[in-house]
């Protein structure tokens, strides 16, 4: 296998799937924030991204999702989470965290399932705590907007006020209960005109193994990495070990494409029924 370029993500719910990566011959990783991660893919920057799941659908130019894992939930995310100063039913704009497409289309799905909604949604750097046009979105004597929309690590290191927002909605939560289902975040994915590259497929298979090899080791995981990312070890067991799911199942199938199919109806991404790739689809090229 030659060099292997992984566009990867560094909060902490990536741990899991990329931990000892970094030390493993033939292997790059290219850290960028999940809305990023599929353009380096597309442009040829990075072999295998982990994407958002809206983008993949969304891509101009087709990708095929690889089974090597997710970052998803079934139920509570705990990081993906809606903060409001006034009731969730009377939300007229939200401030969304820029960093993760699929979040604000999913906040977008559920405010019009569950309530009726299509606030209008306004692109928020986080960490700035500005708009994209560089305006604060607060009066002067607030810190946050009146409503807004967090992912990562953020939602713990850097954790809005509990007093400025009384309600809150847990997006994996709220998915869980309209569905029934998992949700899916982000996947392994490459370029579809590369699905059948051994290259592909030998990453493909170093990241399943990767995976697989730390769930057993989320205690060590866990203490070398909570603190680097502004967690307690407690609460990153319990997320790491019971909130989030990693592995890319019939149900998360199921719940993808649930999810694009809602996104379709909402005109957020053209219908689009993921490209999900076998390990035993992979063929060997000729030559």
């Known amino acids: 296998m030659q060099t292997i370029r992984l566009g990867v993500v560094e909060y902490l719910n990536t741990v899991p799937l990329i931990e000892g990566l970094a030390q493993t011959r033939g292997v790059e990783l290219v ?22 799941l809206i983008d993949a659908a969304r891509a101009p130019t087709p990708v095929s999702i690889l089974p090597a894992g997710m970052i998803g939930c079934d139920g509570p995310t705990l990081t993906v989470r809606l903060f409001s100063a006034v009731p969730i039913d009377r939300i007229a704009r939200v401030h969304a965290d820029t960093d993760s497409h699929t979040s604000v289309a999913l906040a977008k799905v559920l405010l019009r399932k569950l309530h009726g909604l299509t606030p209008e949604f306004v692109d928020y750097d986080a960490r ?10 607060h009066t002067p004597d607030e810190s946050w907007p009146e409503t807004v929309l967090l992912i990562g690590d953020k939602v ?19 998915w869980h209960d309209l569905t029934g289902l998992p949700f899916v975040y982000a996947v392994w994915a490459c370029r579809a005109d ?9 990453a493909a298979t170093l990241l399943d193994r990767t995976r697989r090899r730390n769930r057993g080791r989320l205690d060590r995981i866990v203490s070398n990495q909570a603190g680097a990312h502004g967690w307690p070890n407690d609460l990153a067991r319990e ?24 996104a379709s109806e909402a ?8 490209d999900f790739v076998e390990i035993g689809d992979f063929v060997p090229t000729p030559g």
């Not at 713990?156 to 009384?166: E, F, H, K, M, N």
């Not at 989030?244 to 809602?262: E, G, Q, S």
Request: proline share 9%; with cysteine.
């Open 31 to 52: 850290r960028a924030v999940p809305s990023r991660l599929v353009g380096l893919l597309l442009g040829g920057s990075v072999d295998v991204g982990l994407i958002s």
């Open 128 to 137: 700035e705590r500005m708009t994209s046009g560089g305006g604060h979105p």
């Open 156 to 174: 713990v290191s850097d954790c809005p006020p509990a007093v400025r927002y009384p309600h809150q909605l847990d997006l994996g939560k709220a």
């Open 194 to 202: 590369r699905a059948q590259d051994p290259d592909i497929h030998a």
């Open 239 to 262: 997320y790491l070990g019971h909130l989030l799911a990693f592995d890319l199942d019939d149900r998360a199938r199921k719940a993808a494409r649930a999810f694009l199919r809602m």
């Open 267 to 274: 005109g957020l991404t053209p219908q689009a029924d993921p």
